[in-house]
T-cell receptor, first 114, second 109 residues
Framework: DAGVIQSPRHEVTEMGQEVTLRCKPISGHNSLFWYRQTMMRGLELLIYFNNNVPIDDSGMPEDRFSAKMPNASFSTLKIQPSEPRDSAVYFC????????????FGSGTRLTVV | QKEVEQNSGPLSVPEGAIASLNCTYSDRVSQSFFWYRQYSGKSPELIMSIYSNGDKEDGRFTAQLNKASQYVSLLIRDSQPSDSATYLCAVEGSYIPTFGRGTSLIVHP
């Protein structure tokens, strides 16, 4: 398996622009998580999907952020409009909903909003 | 609010020594506990999981869990320079993990 695949690896955008981050979880994993990592706040959970359904989105900072999971093999995180304080590394992780597996992270997307 | 606390470090140990990393958590109903290693510029990588009180050993790594004290630790024996990284503690309840801020470990030759 290729692991959790995220794209793009790096994104530089201007303030006010729309940004879309993409994630393909590991086949057979039915839980998917979006995290944001910064030096100041560490790893923050943004949203958790189970079987493609959003279960907990309490970490989504504000209405500018939205996430979708239209099927078991694809998820997106969208920021519209983007702001400089959104600059961070965004990770997608997936798990198999069973004890012992832990969470497998993608390589992350480093977002810079200028 | 669920909290996972780690000393940010850096923890500096000489090559060959034992590195001890500690983590405390606030949610008493937590059931699963994980240690992740994150190299600079890379994504977190799972290295240990533990679910029951006591010790769990895997190679040079030993995870220790004490649910009564809400404490989990990671021991790295015979530390190598390649172990230099940030170690993240993760605590799971109802399939949702909460991560600590991580402890930076530096193993010097």
């Amino acid at each position: 398996d290729a692991g959790v695949i995220q794209s793009p690896r790096h994104e530089v955008t201007e303030m006010g622009q729309e940004v879309t981050l993409r994630c393909k979880p590991i086949s057979g994993h039915n839980s998917l998580f979006w995290y944001r990592q910064t030096m100041m706040r560490g790893l923050e959970l943004l949203i958790y999907f189970n079987n493609n359904v959003p279960i907990d989105d309490s970490g989504m900072p504000e209405d500018r952020f939205s996430a979708k999971m239209p099927n078991a093999s694809f998820s997106t995180l969208k920021i519209q409009p983007s702001e400089p304080r959104d600059s961070a590394v965004y990770f997608c992780a997936s798990s198999a909903n069973s004890r012992g597996g832990g969470y497998t992270f993608g390589s992350g997307t480093r977002l810079t909003v200028v | 609010q669920k909290e996972v606390e780690q000393n940010s470090g850096p923890l500096s140990v000489p090559e060959g020594a034992i590195a001890s990393l500690n983590c405390t958590y606030s949610d008493r109903v937590s059931q699963s506990f994980f240690w992740y290693r994150q190299y600079s510029g890379k994504s977190p990588e799972l290295i240990m999981s533990i679910y029951s009180n006591g010790d769990k050993e895997d190679g040079r790594f030993t995870a220790q869990l004490n649910k009564a004290s809400q404490y989990v630790s990671l021991l790295i024996r015979d530390s190598q320079p390649s172990d230099s990284a940030t170690y993240l503690c993760a605590v799971e309840g109802s399939y949702i993990p909460t991560f600590g801020r991580g402890t930076s470990l530096i193993v010097h030759p």
